[in-house]
Every structure is written in structure tokens, then in C-alpha cells.
DNA sequence: TTAAAGAGTTAGAATGAGTCTAAACTGCAA
DNA sequence: TTGCAGTTTAGACTCATTCTAACTCTTTAA
């Protein structure tokens, strides 16, 4: 599948490198493309593999490049799970991960307020926490259509 | 500082290897007690530095294979934060982990059965999870005694 | 119109945590 | 004794990621 941005994607693209003091080019609309198209938090070189299809040039290094640029303008999470390869995630809403253990693939679980704050609430005074990350691991048996894209 | 074990947790130790079919040998037997004599979640390089000093020929390779054994054993969790070095740590109590962005340190943070909960329930239909893991990311003001060891 | 500067891209080398391999060692049992 | 199964060991290997240095592209300055 040939990747491209629409214009209001690549609005936002392009203003969230500004903001970062980067600049909008081809490889990193590509990549960026590449991440929206399919959700399914997609390891560096399934990134790689899906954007030369649009691109064939592009290289592996600007790959990292570019994912490293968006993780530094806040447009994309790194998702680690164990010692496995990053996966990157450009789902900005506050949530948590789900990594079935027999297909390996990862979820996206919504992270209500509630829960955000009851877990900020079990840090002892003095720690004061930027970064919350949940994740889970086990098995899916339902293919719940909301979450297996 | 020499390492050794007392008769209780080396009693609970080779029960536990037991169960696991594994035998109690002098190499887990300075590694376990490494891990619980400072349970500042080390680094495998952490832990053979240490155990070498109570046993000098021990082998990095056997202190992989150690800490491996109890993680099998479920003695030990094994503590990823993104890419870094694996920690370990052998608080068997359900807990989180809290890390510090300026030390490195990690700390436990204890995780009521009501967190547990209502993490639980923010999984939707078909997902059922073995296993949750939570990272905070963040900074210690004060010197709290109880978390700092 | 050219030249210099700066940002981004590229291929390939380097890094390093972790894993694998094969030989030596240990404790126990036939 | 001898054999065997599990364990330990040094060193080779893997592979995701990082680094390096050359190259390209775009913008700015002369
Ligand atoms: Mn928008
Ligand atoms: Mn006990
Ligand atoms: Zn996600
Ligand atoms: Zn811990």
C-alpha cells in the first residue's frame, strides 16, 4: 500500500516539527504516513519494510532518524515490551498497552482518568512521576473489532 | 561485602528450585543472596560484580544463567525500563516501579489490591491478562527511607 | 550567479546486552 | 569405578540500535 499524508495530517505533521525546530521532508512524511495507515504499533523495521514500498531510496537509518524526531516532538510513543524491538505507537490519548501473548500483537487499552489519578495516588510523597507506563500481557479470545486493527 | 545466606532463605531457595527441578548449587546460592542483600534492582553486571567478590572464578555467563533459573522459578522479576540493561529484583509482593530520571535509581512502589483492581477492569471484553507491569518515570524530592535502600 | 552553511539522508561500521556453543566439572547412582 | 544428567565456564555470536563520515538538498550571503 503507496503511503501519503492528507493535507490536514500533514498540517499537523508539519507544525509539530516546527514547533520542534524540524523540518517537514519527504522521508518523514512517508514514515508518518506509514505509522497512521496501520495502527498496530509496528517495530522499526516493519516501518522500514511498508514505507520503501512508497519510497524504495529510503534507508533504514532515516527510519530511526525519523521515528527519534517524532518521539522528540511528542507525535509518537516508543512502546517497549520486555527486551523485544521499539514499537511505535502514534495514539496521543493517554493509554496502555496489551501484548497477546500467543500472536504477539499489541492493543491500545483506553486509560480512564480515574485510574490515571488512583495510580498517581499510590506514589509516596517526594516522587513526583512524568511517565506512567502500564502494560499488559495475555491472550485475546474475542477479536474485539475496536481493538484489532 | 562477603554474601552469604541464612538457613531460612537458603531453606527458600532450594524449595523453590526444587519445584522448578533445579538444584541448589554455591553459584545461585551467593547470586540469591546478592539480590536480596541489596534489593536496588542491579544490572547483571551489578550482580556479577558483587557476587565475585564472595566467589572470584564465578562466570558472567553463570550469573546470566542464575538469574534466569530463579525468574523461572518465579523467586526473582526481571525490571525493563526502554532499552536498558535488565534489572532484577526479588520483591515477590505485587509492586510497581518508580525511576528516577536523575539517579537511575528504581524504586518499589507497593500496589494496593483496589489499583490492581480497577486496573484490571479497564480491559475490555476477551482480554484476559496474567501479567501487569507499571512504570512510573519521574523525579525524588526527598530521601524517603522506606524507598530508598 | 556562485559559494558557503546547515539540515537531513545514506551506507556501512561499531556497540553492547543478551544468547549460544562446546568443553570441563560436579554430584549422584548403577 | 563408571556413567550420566545437570551445571558452569570462556568465548563466539546475534541483532537492535547507535555512530560516523560522505553525500544531497535547500537556504542564505556575497
Ligand atoms: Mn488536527
Ligand atoms: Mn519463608
Ligand atoms: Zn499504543
Ligand atoms: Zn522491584
Known amino acids: 500500500m503507496i503511503q501519503s499524508l492528507n493535507e490536514h495530517n500533514r ?3 508539519q507544525e509539530a516539527l516546527g514547533k520542534g525546530g524540524q523540518k517537514l521532508t519527504p522521508q518523514r512524511e512517508v514514515v508518518f504516513a ?3 495507515a496501520q495502527r498496530d504499533h509496528p517495530t522499526v523495521d516493519e516501518v522500514f ?3 520503501r514500498e512508497s519510497m524504495p531510496g529510503l ?3 532515516t527510519v530511526y532518524n525519523c521515528l527519534e524526531t517524532f518521539v522528540g516532538c511528542g507525535l509518537v510513543r516508543q ?3 520486555e ?3 521499539t514499537r511505535y505507537c502514534p495514539n496521543l490519548a493517554p493509554h496502555a498497552h496489551f501484548r497477546d501473548k500467543e500472536t504477539g500483537q499489541v492493543h491500545d487499552i483506553e486509560l480512564p482518568p480515574e485510574v490515571m489519578k488512583s495510580l498517581r495516588s499510590i506514589l509516596p510523597p517526594g516522587f ?3 511517565v506512567i507506563e502500564i502494560s499488559f500481557l ?3 479470545k474475542a477479536n474485539d473489532p475496536l481493538h484489532s486493527n
Do not use: K
Request: net charge negative.
Open 59 to 61: 534507508s533504514l537509518a
Open 83 to 85: 527486551r523485544e524491538s
Open 128 to 130: 513526583d512521576s512524568e
Open 34 to 36: 506509514v505509522l497512521l
Open 11 to 13: 498540517e499537523d505533521l
Open 138 to 140: 495475555g491472550r485475546t
Open 79 to 81: 512502546v517497549n515490551h
Open 49 to 51: 519494510n511498508r514505507a
